[in-house]
């Protein structure tokens, strides 16, 4: 092999690994959004929190990757909210971190567990099922009730839940009115009028 088919397929490699990576980033495109996401509601968290906080972020970031759809949307939507909500809340931004690092790791393991159900029972046929848990009628009745709890879980993962985190921080944002100064410093400047009035 020459030197100029040496460099013809080394370009070939190079553009086959570029075309790949942009097709793997187009297709996980919500996953690296919620990553990003994940990396804004993070920063200015003080160092003793970053241990939790990679871990909560890491679970979340793995259930971005592993989830079905709508599941990386959700997550990606969750956390931009969140860092978007720890932005404005001037009162305790720390706090409002933790929870919603705290409630996207919840519904991280709860959308994983629910996803690892799925699958376990999705291989099954209904009348395996039924057998799992007893024989005759409880079968029966267990087989059927198969797809109202599929029903409950998509539901619960894709509404209720994201709902629910949604609710939190707008909470916690709408509890407090807009200051124009940070705490400290409304707080630091009541005290030093005082104290130049009594001057």
């Known amino acids: 092999m020459g030197l100029l088919d040496f460099l013809q397929a080394l370009a070939i490699w190079i553009v086959n690994g570029a075309l790949a990576g942009l097709f793997l980033a187009i297709d996980h495109a919500f996953a690296l959004i919620a990553v990003l996401g994940l990396f804004l509601?993070?920063?200015g968290a003080p160092w003793e929190q970053l241990p939790y906080l990679a871990a909560g972020g890491g679970l979340a970031a793995l259930a971005a990757f592993l989830l079905p759809p709508p599941g990386p949307a959700l997550i990606a939507a969750?956390?931009?909210?969140?860092?978007?909500?720890?932005?404005?809340?001037?009162?305790?931004?720390g706090a409002l971190r933790w929870r919603a690092f705290a409630g996207l790791s919840l519904?991280?393991?709860?959308?994983?567990?629910?996803?690892a159900y799925a699958a376990y029972v999705?291989?099954?046929?209904?009348?395996?099922?039924?057998?799992?848990?007893?024989?005759?009628?409880?079968?029966?009745?267990?087989?059927?009730?198969?797809?109202?709890?599929?029903?409950?879980?998509?539901?619960?993962?894709?509404?209720?839940?994201?709902?629910g985190y949604f609710g939190m921080?707008?909470?916690?944002?709408?509890?407090?009115?807009?200051?124009?100064?940070?705490?400290?410093?409304?707080?630091?400047?009541?005290?030093a009028r005082g104290e130049e009035e009594r001057g």
Not at 134 to 156: C, D, K, N, V
Not at 169 to 191: D, G, S, W
């Open 41 to 43: 509601l993070a920063r």
């Open 78 to 93: 969750m956390a931009w909210a969140g860092a978007g909500a720890v932005r404005i809340e001037r009162f305790a931004p």
């Open 107 to 115: 519904y991280a393991l709860a959308a994983m567990g629910y996803v």
């Open 122 to 163: 999705g291989r099954l046929e209904p009348e395996a099922w039924g057998a799992l848990v007893g024989e005759g009628e409880a079968s029966a009745i267990l087989a059927q009730g198969r797809s109202f709890l599929h029903t409950l879980g998509a539901w619960g993962l894709w509404v209720i839940l994201p709902l």
């Open 169 to 191: 921080l707008a909470q916690a944002v709408l509890a407090h009115p807009p200051a124009p100064a940070r705490p400290e410093t409304l707080i630091y400047t009541v005290r």
